[in-house]
Every structure is written in structure tokens, then in C-alpha cells.
T-cell receptor, first 111, second 113 residues
């Protein structure tokens, strides 16, 4: 069975600083991997996805993620955060049609 | 191109009442997925439907919960005789085909008093 672990429940970062969110997955085959962002009271917006090919994936809003098979990781990064990046971030692994989500990481951005 | 629509956005029910949650997929999408998000947790898969068919309901509680996606109209997630533990955010997602990238609606936040 697939599973996702997001080790950091809450991260606080200064505006303009870099951000890295960790994601580790457990899956038997080559996974489909996703990062979604959820702003307060809103639905989930897809930031980026990895299906195959280049292990460094570019997404929207300046985010990128790197798939590392040897570490079973798919960490999300942004070089310089903006106050509007404050939200909850979910990593997910897909098995055909069924997504399994991590518990999420809440990002707070301080001025 | 409108995204996935869900209504109501907020729903308050007393214990024992019924809750009906609606999901209209994106235009051109005929596959719908329902997920539940309990407080402080990630989303958990509940059910996958195609028009008029339930493909996978392995994540649905065995009692009180049902889902449908009729030929015409939105998909409906129905919870009978709600209990406080049903309080959660319920999200639906849609895709044009099986296994495609899922696009989520804004969710329905159910509160059971």
C-alpha cells in the first residue's frame, strides 16, 4: 500500500527566504507524485506533478520539486517566498486513480 | 472554463439528520472522486465514480454513506443520520479519464452539532 510522510507539521519562514518542504513516500513501483497547496478555507490547487522523465519538476508560482528514487523523496522548494505563499501544502502519491495524501505542512511567512 | 464546483460550501446539520453534498465536475470530465479531510489530517480517498457507475468505494464507511453520479446532474455524496464524527471537509475532484491529473473543488465543510 502506498503512503506519504511529511515530517514537518509547521514551518515558519521569513519573506524573501528560501523554503523547502519534505515529502517521503512508500510505493512499490514508479510513483506518480504531486504537490498541492490549500489556502485557508479554499480547495486544493495543483502546484506540480511528476510522472516520469526529468527528476526536477517546475511548477506554478515559482515552485519546483525534485524526485529522488534512492531516498524515496519528492521535496518541494522555492528560492524566495512571498507572503502569499502562506498556506498548507500537501504531498500526494497516486496509484492509478487513487491519491494518498500526507498530513500536510503549514507554512507561515513572517515579514 | 469553470472549475470543479461544490455546494453548499458550508453545511450545518444536527445529529441524526441527512447531509447531501453536490459536486459538478469540470466540463468534459466524466470521472469524479470524493475525499474527506478530518481536522489536522490529509485527505482520505472515499469513492471513485464514473457516470452511472461506482468504480471503487473502498474508502467509504460501510454504513450511512452513499454516493452516486447520475447520467444528468451533479455527483451526490449522501450521509444519513449524521454523527459528530462526520464533521469534516469533503472534497471532490474530477478528471476527463481514469488516472488523469485530478482537479479539486473548493470543498464542503460539514459541521454536525
Amino acid at each position: 500500500a502506498q503512503s506519504v510522510t511529511q515530517p514537518d507539521i509547521h514551518i515558519t519562514v521569513s519573506e524573501g527566504a528560501s523554503l523547502e518542504l519534505r515529502c517521503n513516500y512508500s510505493y512499490g513501483a514508479t510513483p506518480y507524485l504531486f504537490w498541492y497547496v490549500q489556502s485557508p478555507g479554499q480547495g486544493l490547487q495543483l502546484l506540480l506533478k511528476y510522472f516520469s522523465g526529468d527528476t526536477l519538476v517546475q511548477g506554478i508560482k515559482g515552485f519546483e520539486a525534485e524526485f529522488k528514487r534512492s531516498q524515496s523523496s519528492f521535496n518541494l522548494r522555492k528560492p524566495s517566498v512571498h507572503w502569499s505563499d502562506a498556506a498548507e501544502y500537501f504531498c500526494a502519491v497516486g496509484d492509478d486513480y487513487k491519491l494518498s495524501f500526507g498530513a500536510g505542512t503549514t507554512v507561515t511567512v513572517r515579514a | 472554463n469553470a472549475g470543479v464546483m461544490q455546494n453548499p460550501r458550508h453545511l450545518v446539520r444536527r445529529r441524526g439528520q441527512e447531509a447531501r453534498l453536490r459536486c459538478s465536475p469540470m466540463k468534459g470530465h466524466s470521472h469524479v472522486y470524493w475525499y474527506r479531510q478530518l481536522p489536522e489530517e490529509g485527505l482520505k480517498f472515499m469513492v471513485y465514480l464514473q457516470k452511472e457507475n461506482i468504480i471503487d468505494e473502498s474508502g467509504m464507511p460501510k454504513e450511512r454513506f452513499s454516493a452516486e453520479f447520475p447520467k444528468e446532474g451533479p455527483s451526490i455524496l449522501r450521509i444519513q443520520q449524521v454523527v459528530r464524527g462526520d464533521s469534516a471537509a469533503y472534497f471532490c475532484a474530477s478528471t476527463p479519464g481514469r488516472g488523469d491529473t485530478q482537479y479539486f473543488g473548493p470543498g464542503t465543510r460539514l459541521t454536525v452539532l
